[in-house]
């Protein structure tokens, strides 16, 4: 029996204690996070007004504060059983990272005392020199340093033996370089607000302090079971399938979407939701995707720091309560060729201290005009900045997905329903008046409609789509940190508020009605902008072509998207905003790209063990059966003078010689492989980034072809590895 299919026999759901009645969330929401009424709980009054303060005007706390915030922090986490805390931290790579320190202080020859003082919990120093700097950490100050972000309340992560401590913080170099992805985040919060204030106060909103970006991620993965995950390299190694043949039912039937969930995934997402709510992720939906054993996970929104802090702690949580259930989450973009991939749908959107969100339609004619004010400048930050939005998810894995005819393509187009589109479109003419069945535009009275929202009719296509009260963003890939990408909307945007502000002030200023300047803008932003509004099927090919004509960039390649980092304007903008200096963003392009060449080496070495270690010796021993097969019909055919009809035999020679190719064109192109590989060795990331996409990737999707028809005729007895109609299928 191949390992393959032994594994079938193990598989099966935990047993789990069924609650009776389980827990009311509200009861316990939030219970495992030192939030802002914890906080206020445990400390004086003085210092929680100057931590305050701290929040809303950045005027830093003194450190006799810190120590009380950190006693009281530690006091708070000892009575709930932790022993260690972390500085926890987002390098470059993608991930989450930790380093635990005990509590404990030595007083005495084999006496400790449980201790955290205000100088660890503000600033901590990991030794940094094996995460990415991108060149900006010379080895000799290797050290990075965490900074506490205040503004991300410290949580307590649970396991079955003991609880950390965890302190969000920032990791930033020597010279005060971000080294991270939250950084750049907060930096281009800061920017986003003061741009928008800006234009708030030209509405008259004097009392609106402070604007922050809004964001609720819609969290796609997939679960397969352990036991197939063990047996699968590539899955283990580069958290994708490199070779496999399709499954015969994939996902046309359609009958997996929204479909009811099965009692083992339901089991789990029951847990990782117990989780989450305890780390106060406030979990909103859960549901199944259009691809079998995909699933969705999605919040209610938060301010965007937070957001992102919560989607990684998800995906953490996700991998780690699916191991408990005997699953596996896989947050690949994608996993599994010919069936679709996972996403992330960014939704972002802009809201003020007082509550209001800035993307939601007015109820009042002012505030209507506001609205489109701030939705102009969104098309034009857009319009404007595609290239840097299409860099902000470039990535390999990304890279099989989008345009792959179930994400957006890599053109970023913006939809915004048929009801706003023709706003815009009578405004932009100067139509005084129109009348339609679903709107009413006066501008002689600067009367605009009342919007419906459900006009906003879903666009499932376009990559950047207005769905009501905020946008989504649908090109992010499922493993990403949302970060960087809210950073890169948030400074274009604050970039567009500023423009259209300016304008405004500047109509006004020549002498005409305030609501008349505002409409003049309007209606000159909508018309530069056009070319970025697409309603139609964002996966036509005619779109390529439409696209294309409207000059709008359409980059398949990750690492060529990449350069939009460093174009000499882009540079330029960032730095202006103060959310990247020159040096960071340039450090971020190097490291991308790096990665870039370092997942497809992963990939193509992962490939070649496969190839060679499995797949080839499966092919030979199916020959060898062939071969004894039809020695064996031959040989009675001689010495026994039985009959085999000529044809029956030929086609067993056919069949043997057949195989036989398969396994030489896949033995030489898996040789080819490892030569383009060697030959590559000494070239720079950006040389290897382009010959692997050039070269590399078309060699391993060749050497797949021919490895999946070879498993779709060798014997099931002799094929080791799990194929995708048992990972995707089996219960
Ligand atoms: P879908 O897009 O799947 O139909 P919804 O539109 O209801 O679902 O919401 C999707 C996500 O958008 C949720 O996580 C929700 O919290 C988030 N969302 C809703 N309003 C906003 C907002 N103003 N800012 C950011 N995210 C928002
Ligand atoms: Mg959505």
């Given at each position: 029996m191949a390992?393959r299919q032994?594994?079938?026999?193990?598989?099966?759901?935990?047993?789990?204690?069924?609650?009776?009645?389980?827990?009311?969330?509200?009861?316990?929401?939030?219970?495992?996070?030192?939030?802002?009424?914890?906080?206020?709980?445990?400390?004086?009054?003085?210092?929680?007004?100057?931590?305050?303060?701290?929040?809303?005007?950045?005027?830093?706390?003194?450190?006799?504060?810190?120590?009380?915030?950190?006693?009281?922090?530690?006091?708070?986490?000892?009575?709930?059983?932790?022993?260690?805390?972390?500085?926890?931290?987002?390098?470059?790579?993608?991930?989450?990272?930790?380093?635990?320190?005990?509590?404990?202080?030595?007083?005495?020859?084999?006496?400790?005392?449980?201790?955290?003082?205000?100088?660890?919990?503000?600033?901590?120093?990991?030794?940094?020199?094996?995460?990415?700097?991108?060149?900006?950490?010379?080895?000799?100050?290797?050290?990075?340093?965490?900074?506490?972000?205040?503004?991300?309340?410290?949580?307590?992560?649970?396991?079955?033996?003991?609880?950390?401590?965890?302190?969000?913080?920032?990791?930033?170099?020597?010279?005060?370089?971000?080294?991270?992805?939250?950084?750049?985040?907060?930096?281009?919060?800061?920017?986003?607000?003061?741009?928008?204030?800006?234009?708030?106060?030209?509405?008259?909103?004097?009392?609106?302090?402070?604007?922050?970006?809004?964001?609720?991620?819609?969290?796609?993965?997939?679960?397969?079971?352990?036991?197939?995950?063990?047996?699968?390299?590539?899955?283990?190694?580069?958290?994708?399938?490199?070779v496999g043949a399709a499954s015969p039912k994939?996902?046309?039937?359609?009958?997996?979407?929204?479909?009811?969930?099965?009692?083992?995934?339901?089991?789990?997402?029951?847990?990782?939701?117990?989780?989450?709510?305890?780390?106060?992720?406030?979990?909103?939906?859960?549901?199944?995707?259009?691809?079998?054993?995909?699933?969705?996970?999605?919040?209610?929104?938060?301010?965007?720091?937070?957001?992102?802090?919560?989607?990684?702690?998800?995906?953490?949580?996700?991998?780690?309560?699916?191991?408990?259930?005997?699953?596996?989450?896989?947050?690949?973009?994608?996993?599994?060729?010919?069936?679709?991939?996972?996403?992330?749908?960014?939704?972002?959107?802009?809201?003020?201290?007082?509550?209001?969100?800035?993307?939601?339609?007015?109820?009042?004619?002012?505030?209507?005009?506001?609205?489109?004010?701030?939705?102009?400048?969104?098309?034009?930050?857009?319009?404007?900045?595609?290239?840097?939005?299409?860099?902000?998810?470039?990535?390999?894995?990304?890279?099989?997905?989008?345009?792959?005819?179930?994400?957006?393509?890599?053109?970023?187009?913006?939809?915004?329903?048929?009801?706003?589109?023709?706003?815009?479109?009578?405004?932009?003419?100067?139509?005084?008046?129109?009348?339609?069945?679903?709107?009413?535009?006066?501008?002689?009275?600067?009367?605009?409609?009342?919007?419906?929202?459900?006009?906003?009719?879903?666009?499932?296509?376009?990559?950047?789509?207005?769905?009501?009260?905020?946008?989504?963003?649908?090109?992010?890939?499922?493993?990403?940190?949302?970060?960087?990408?809210?950073?890169?909307?948030?400074?274009?945007?604050?970039?567009?508020?500023?423009?259209?502000?300016?304008?405004?002030?500047?109509?006004?200023?020549?002498?005409?009605?305030?609501?008349?300047?505002?409409?003049?803008?309007?209606?000159?932003?909508?018309?530069?902008?056009?070319?970025?509004?697409?309603?139609?099927?964002?996966?036509?090919?005619?779109?390529?072509?439409?696209?294309?004509?409207?000059?709008?960039?359409?980059?398949?390649?990750?690492?060529?998207?990449?350069?939009?980092?460093?174009?000499?304007?882009?540079?330029?903008?960032?730095?202006?905003?103060?959310?990247?200096?020159?040096?960071?963003?340039?450090?971020?392009?190097?490291?991308?790209?790096?990665?870039?060449?370092?997942?497809?080496?992963?990939?193509?070495?992962?490939?070649?063990?496969?190839v060679?270690?499995s797949v080839i010796p499966s092919g030979f021993e199916y020959a060898k059966l062939l071969e004894d097969n039809l020695g064996g019909l031959i040989n009675l055919t001689k010495n026994a003078k039985l009959k085999f009809s000529n044809e029956a035999l030929k086609d067993q020679g056919e069949h043997l010689s057949e195989v036989i190719s398969k396994i030489y064109y896949v033995r030489r192109n898996?040789?080819?492989?490892?030569?383009?590989?060697?030959?590559?060795?000494?070239?720079?990331?950006?040389?290897?980034?382009?010959?692997?996409?050039?070269?590399?990737?078309?060699?391993?999707?060749h050497i797949r072809k021919h490895v999946d028809d070879l498993e779709c005729v060798i014997s099931d007895e002799h094929w080791d590895l799990?194929k995708y109609r048992e990972?995707?299928?089996?219960?």
């Open positions: 390992v032994e594994a079938l026999f193990k598989i099966k759901s935990v047993q789990l204690n069924k609650i009776d009645l389980p827990k009311k969330v509200s009861t316990y929401f939030g219970e495992n996070t030192f939030s802002i009424e914890t906080m206020q709980k445990h400390i004086s009054k003085e210092t929680f007004e100057a931590f305050k303060i701290w929040m809303s005007e950045g005027k830093t706390i003194t450190l006799t504060q810190a120590n009380e915030i950190a006693n009281a922090m530690k006091e708070w986490a000892i009575s709930k059983g932790a022993t260690y805390y972390t500085h926890w931290f987002q390098p470059m790579t993608g991930l989450t990272a930790e380093k635990h320190d005990s509590f404990i202080s030595i007083t005495g020859p084999g006496k400790v005392i449980e201790k955290f003082s205000g100088n660890k919990l503000i600033q901590g120093e990991p030794d940094a020199s094996s995460f990415p700097s991108g060149g900006i950490r010379a080895t000799f100050e290797a050290r990075g340093y965490t900074a506490w972000d205040p503004s991300s309340p410290a949580f307590i992560i649970e396991s079955a033996l003991g609880k950390t401590l965890c302190i969000p913080t920032i990791f930033i170099s020597y010279h005060g370089e971000a080294l991270d992805a939250k950084l750049p985040l907060l930096r281009s919060d800061e920017a986003l607000s003061k741009a928008a204030v800006g234009l708030l106060k030209l509405f008259g909103h004097k009392d609106v302090k402070k604007v922050f970006s809004t964001c609720g991620p819609e969290q796609e993965y997939f679960l397969i079971d352990k036991y197939y995950y063990n047996l699968r390299q590539d899955l283990l190694m580069a958290g994708r399938t490199l994939g996902q046309q039937l359609e009958d997996q979407y929204f479909g009811t969930i099965k009692e083992r995934v339901l089991n789990f997402m029951f847990e990782v939701a117990e989780e989450a709510y305890k780390l106060g992720i406030p979990l909103m939906t859960r549901h199944n995707e259009v691809a079998p054993h995909q699933y969705e996970f999605a919040p209610i929104f938060e301010e965007s720091n937070i957001a992102a802090d919560h989607n990684q702690l998800m995906m953490d949580l996700m991998k780690k309560v699916a191991l408990r259930h005997n699953l596996v989450c896989l947050l690949h973009e994608k996993p599994f060729a010919g069936i679709n991939g996972s996403g992330k749908h960014l939704n972002w959107s802009l809201a003020d201290n007082l509550g209001s969100n800035l993307l939601n339609p007015g109820q009042t004619p002012e505030g209507n005009l506001q609205f489109l004010a701030v939705l102009v400048a969104v098309l034009r930050a857009v319009y404007l900045h595609a290239d840097i939005i299409r860099a902000g998810v470039a990535l390999a894995g990304n890279e099989h997905r989008l345009g792959a005819n179930e994400a957006p393509p890599a053109i970023i187009s913006v939809y915004l329903g048929e009801q706003l589109s023709k706003i815009l479109d009578t405004i932009a003419k100067g139509a005084k008046k129109e009348i339609s069945k679903h709107y009413v535009i006066d501008l002689g009275l600067a009367r605009l409609p009342q919007f419906d929202k459900d006009m906003t009719d879903r666009n499932r296509t376009s990559p950047f789509a207005f769905t009501g009260a905020k946008f989504e963003f649908r090109a992010v890939g499922s493993s990403q940190n949302i970060s960087t990408s809210i950073a890169i909307i948030n400074t274009i945007v604050a970039e567009s508020l500023d423009y259209v502000a300016e304008k405004i002030k500047k109509a006004n200023g020549s002498g005409k009605d305030f609501n008349e300047a505002v409409l003049q803008v309007i209606a000159q932003v909508a018309k530069e902008t056009q070319d970025i509004r697409f309603e139609g099927n964002n996966y036509a090919q005619n779109w390529l072509e439409e696209a294309k004509k409207r000059g709008l960039p359409n980059v398949a390649s990750t690492c060529e998207a990449l350069k939009a980092f460093v174009k000499k304007e882009n540079i330029a903008l960032f730095e202006k905003y103060k959310v990247f200096s020159k040096n960071e963003i340039v450090a971020r392009y190097h490291i991308w790209v790096h990665m870039y060449t370092l997942v497809l080496e992963i990939e193509a070495n992962t490939l070649n063990e496969m060679n270690a898996t040789k080819e492989m490892i030569k383009l590989l060697k030959k590559c060795a000494g070239l720079s990331a950006e040389e290897k980034g382009k010959l692997y996409f050039e070269g590399l990737k078309p060699l391993m999707e799990p990972m995707l299928f089996i219960k």
